[in-house]
């Protein structure tokens, strides 16, 4: 693709990156093919072809409007066209300068503006989100059926905030997240069990935070990156206390962590401690494909369909592992139809594009179902809380099976 970026960017610190990413792309629109907006709604500017467009417009005129924000605010930011795209187009990214650059020149409404930044004072916040919680709980009896479908129940295990002893040789860094650790704190529960088993302590650490990605998909970067920061001074004492991996269980939080190489990349203070915590992090599938867990398997015996979350499968490039480590455990996987399509979750998207989202939600379920399965499991908070507001079929995390075949040896 040729392109002329407009002069007003040369100093900007991004024109030569759009431009390398915009000449990558060859216009051949495979990546339509897998784009589930463009699939839902037939729009070539709903699709990964029509943003590129967009975007590069915008580069080479320095302008955009009202119609190139809503276009790109529709982008789920699934990076299903990345998997696909034959010319290794790294469209997240492009995305991401795209969003800014429109942000800047297009005043939202204040309503919009206000919602948003409410949003970004509540959700990153677990403590916020658990007082939030509290209310809705109160109201449980006057909530839709699919908000309550979303709030938590009552724990097995209340896990501790504070960092925690160190009982075995080998250590590595459980951050505890935000609406994660609010909404279902069970799930690094069973992850600090599951790795206790396998003489791993998981250190959760008070003073982590949330890892920035709301912030970040939200064009609020320098937020972002003071949520990197936090992070980083919190986890680097056990960093140097050789710690052998920061594990995440929130697979949109890995794809996060694992990126705050490349954004703090030009920050003198914090561009090496970056590229450490992103080299150390890794989902938990691939931590525990590693480890040999034949000695504390008890087979689970129920048929399950996994829905990989875009973060993992098409974000981080994890294809699989879930899924051998769930037959290995005895659980019968299931496959479906359009397996590598969004949910339609994707962070704040189900909250600022609902009627897109939930149409995207229910093609996901009903494939989800088809099979008839005993559970559905997934690997991102957000994609659990979205698939349980649209059905009675438990949906969990799919290390919380692990988790509960390691406990029938004491049955």
């Known amino acids: 693709m040729q392109t002329n970026i407009h002069k007003s960017f040369n100093k900007s610190g991004f024109a030569d990156e759009a431009d390398s990413i915009l000449r990558s792309c060859v216009h051949c629109g495979f990546c339509n093919a897998t784009c589930p907006t463009y699939q839902l709604l037939g729009d ?14 915008m ?11 809503r276009h790109l605010d529709r982008c789920l930011t699934c990076r299903n066209c990345e998997t696909t795209c034959p ?6 990214r492009l995305l991401g300068i795209g969003r800014e650059l429109s942000e800047q020149q297009n005043q939202r409404h204040i309503l919009d503006s206000l919602f948003r930044r409410a949003l970004r004072l509540v959700l990153p916040y677990r403590n916020r989100v658990k007082r939030l919680l509290s209310v809705a709980e109160l109201l449980r009896k006057v909530l839709p059926t699919s908000v309550r479908r979303q709030l938590p129940g009552t724990p097995k295990v209340h896990p501790k905030t504070e960092a925690q002893p160190v009982r075995h040789s080998r250590m590595v860094i459980l951050p505890a997240g935000c609406a994660q650790d609010a909404f279902t704190p069970d799930i690094n529960a069973d992850c600090r069990k599951v790795l206790d088993k396998l003489g791993i302590t998981a250190v959760e650490i008070e003073n982590d935070t949330c890892c920035g990605a709301m912030s970040e998909h939200m064009t609020a970067t320098d937020e972002a990156k003071s949520f990197m920061k936090q992070n980083i001074d919190a ?18 939080c890995g794809v996060m962590i694992k990126d705050y190489g490349r954004l703090l990349a030009k920050d003198k203070d914090y561009a090496d401690k970056a590229a450490r915590v992103s080299e150390l992090c890794c989902d938990i599938s691939e931590f525990l494909a590693e480890q040999d867990l034949s000695e504390f398997i008890r087979p689970g015996h129920k048929r399950v369909s ?14 699989g592992k879930v899924e051998k480590l769930l037959i290995s455990a005895g659980y019968d996987v299931v496959d479906y139809q359009d397996s590598h399509l969004c949910c339609g979750s994707a962070g704040t998207y189900s909250i600022l594009q609902r009627p897109i989202s939930r149409q995207l939600l229910d093609k996901k379920l009903t494939h ?5 399965p005993d559970i559905i499991a997934t690997a991102n908070i957000g994609c ?8 009675d079929t438990p949906v969990v995390h799919w290390l919380q099976l ?7 040896q004491h049955d």
């Open 44 to 57: 070539e500017l709903d699709g990964p072809r029509g943003r590129i467009y967009l975007i590069k417009q």
């Open 59 to 69: 580069l080479e005129t320095a302008n955009s409007s009202k119609d190139t924000q």
């Open 87 to 92: 010319s290794g187009v790294e469209y997240g």
């Open 235 to 252: 986890w680097w004492p056990y960093i140097e206390a050789d710690s052998e991996a920061i594990i995440s269980t929130a697979s949109a």
């Open 306 to 319: 996994f829905h990989a979350p875009c973060t993992l499968q098409h974000g981080q490039k994890i294809i």
């Open 368 to 372: 989800l179902q088809q099979a008839e």
């Open 384 to 391: 659990l809380l979205h698939m349980r507001s649209g059905t």
């Open 402 to 408: 692990i988790s509960a075949t390691m406990d029938r």
